[in-house]
């Protein structure tokens, strides 16, 4: 019967159409520098350790496992300050409406001043600088300065001006605090700011009056930010999306930025969806997996105003994460060597809810497949297959999450991608992404050996695991943005995962047209196949 299902999707004559903002018309660029050993911190902060869990062939000859823990300071590399690192009322970073986390990208170039002058800040006569060339800063706008420092990161020596850690010492631009005022005054609509120094702040501050006048505006900063001279200065959608700590005051952060190949870009009037459960003490994580351990660092008002800081333990694979191909093959690409554009592609939603409320154990079966295929079309290029089971409901309480409170995993029950749906996708849509499921697994629990991660993560596909909400996007339509922490040698990484929906569009199914001649070759193809 599989067989002849296969054949069937073969014959499907559809129509659809492009979404805004990504595809072969669009630009799309990776604004973070990898994590690694190199990755730049303020000084006292703590830097990147990441300790080998797992690296073996758990399932026999051929079948490699690997897993690691990692340790980092909340502000380090590409990173996102929360309003509550300046402000004891402000948000932290769990807090921080998606909505503010995707910007109208406005990059202002001071790279020429700054090459002659380290000490350089961008001012409000920089802003009237960029408005009389591109028109209004607009609402919604993320102002990014460009001072040519990211063509220097991740060398020390060239970043802060010095090898020292006496921050006296160190020499870099940042954002002028009256073009603070004058942004918050004129322009209070933006969502934040960014630079590609370690500092909002010039290197030569003392009073860090930048940070704390953008955080009692309510508004983020970013750091380090990568990439900048191949951003345009207007036009580009900007997507930031950190690890979503729930009490971060700040958090590495994956940006990166969209726009349209020779064209303006139009307003867009998408919705977006947040997939993605946050960071803290609930997090759940597999079993042997060490659960999520924050530090405080600093929250206090010992500088004369209100600093906080912390850093973090956690396993790679908790919470709404990423599988990488390595996780199960030890060849496989790295979290951080995933191509962007892998990482946004077209949502397929896989409904198998109701069938789940029922049995714990089911599975997503190539019967479902088709059944998708047969209401909107081949699974696209690009696409990442998606499981909504429901269990976006139970997270993150673990007994209805796993069934069971202990820790045997004979004991788990929840649902997840069958063998033979896995080998399918692999074999006949073999230009899919990746596959994804709302529960903590990509086979169902009650799964022998794990197949599904061992057909799918060796062939160069990644996995998504508890990702949330599922139930909100359409079956078919929207399309998904999984921006993980770049872990140079990541086996996996937390995620910050999201959906955006067309205008018009709702969780209701997307159906395609299908042609007359299709109906016709599928009645036959049935009959024929003694399907009906």
């Known amino acids: 019967m599989d067989r002849a299902l296969c054949f069937i999707t073969t014959l499907l004559l559809v129509t659809s159409s492009a979404t805004a903002d990504f595809g072969p018309d669009y630009e799309l660029k990776e604004m973070t520098h990898v994590v690694d050993e190199k990755t730049i911190y303020w000084p006292g902060n703590p830097s990147l350790e990441m300790t080998q869990l797992v690296a073996a062939e758990v399932f026999g000859p051929g079948s490699w496992v690997e897993t690691k823990k990692f340790c980092s300071a909340e502000h380090g590399g590409t990173h996102l300050d929360a309003p509550y690192h300046f402000a004891e009322t402000g948000d932290k970073v769990a807090d921080i409406p998606l909505k503010n986390l995707i910007s109208k990208a406005v990059i202002i170039n001071i790279s020429e001043k700054a090459s002659q002058d380290h000490d350089v800040r961008l001012t ?55 073009a603070i005022d004058w942004l918050l005054q004129n322009r209070p609509k933006i969502h934040g700011i960014g630079v590609d120094t370690p500092s909002t702040d010039f290197g030569q501050s003392k009073d860090f009056q930048t940070h704390r006048k953008l955080a009692a505006g309510g508004k983020y900063g970013l750091e380090n930010v990568a990439n900048l001279d191949a951003i345009p200065e207007s036009g580009a959608t900007i997507y930031t999306l950190p690890y979503k700590l729930t009490n971060g005051t700040g958090a590495p952060v994956h940006i990166i930025a969209s726009w349209p190949k020779g064209g303006k870009q139009l307003e867009d009037f998408s919705s977006y969806v947040d997939l993605t459960h946050p960071f ?55 979290v951080a060597d995933i191509p962007v554009d892998r990482l946004v592609g077209p949502a397929v939603v896989i409904d198998i809810s109701k069938r789940a409320a029922q049995d714990r154990d089911t599975a997503v079966q190539v019967s479902d497949l088709v059944a998708w295929e047969l209401r909107h079309g081949p699974i696209p290029r690009g696409a990442i297959v998606l499981m909504n089971s429901g269990w976006t409901r139970k997270y993150p309480n673990r007994l209805e999450v796993f069934g069971t409170l202990e820790s045997n995993t004979s004991l788990f029950h929840f649902p997840g991608f069958s063998a033979n749906a896995s080998l399918w996708l692999v074999s006949n849509r073999p230009t899919i992404a990746g596959i994804g499921v709302d529960t903590p697994g990509l086979d169902a629990a009650q799964s022998d050996g794990s197949p599904a991660h061992r057909t799918v993560l060796p062939r160069n596909f990644y996995g998504l695991e508890n990702v949330a909400n599922l139930n909100l996007l359409p079956e078919s339509g929207a399309t998904l943005i999984v921006l993980a922490y770049r872990l140079a040698n990541g086996t996996g990484a937390p995620a910050y995962v ?24 599928l009645i036959q193809t049935l009959l024929a196949s003694q399907l009906v």
């Open 124 to 178: 409000v006569e920089d802003i009237a600088d960029w408005e009389k060339k591109h028109g209004r800063i607009p609402d919604e706008a993320l102002v990014v300065m460009n001072s040519g420092w990211h063509k220097k990161y991740p060398d020390k020596m060239q970043v802060f001006s010095t090898l020292e850690n006496d921050t006296a010492k160190f020499h870099f631009p940042g954002f002028h605090p009256d």
């Open 280 to 334: 803290g003490l609930n997090t759940i994580y597999w079993v042997g997996n060490p659960p999520f351990e924050p530090k405080i660092l600093r929250a206090d008002s010992s500088f004369g105003f209100w600093y906080a800081s912390s850093a973090f333990c956690a396993a790679e694979h908790g919470g709404t994460h990423i599988d990488a191909p390595r996780h199960f093959s030890k060849t496989g690409a790295y």
């Open 498 to 521: 999201i959906g955006k929906i067309p205008y018009g569009m709702n969780s209701s199914n997307h159906l395609y047209s299908i042609s007359w001649m299709y109906i016709v070759v």
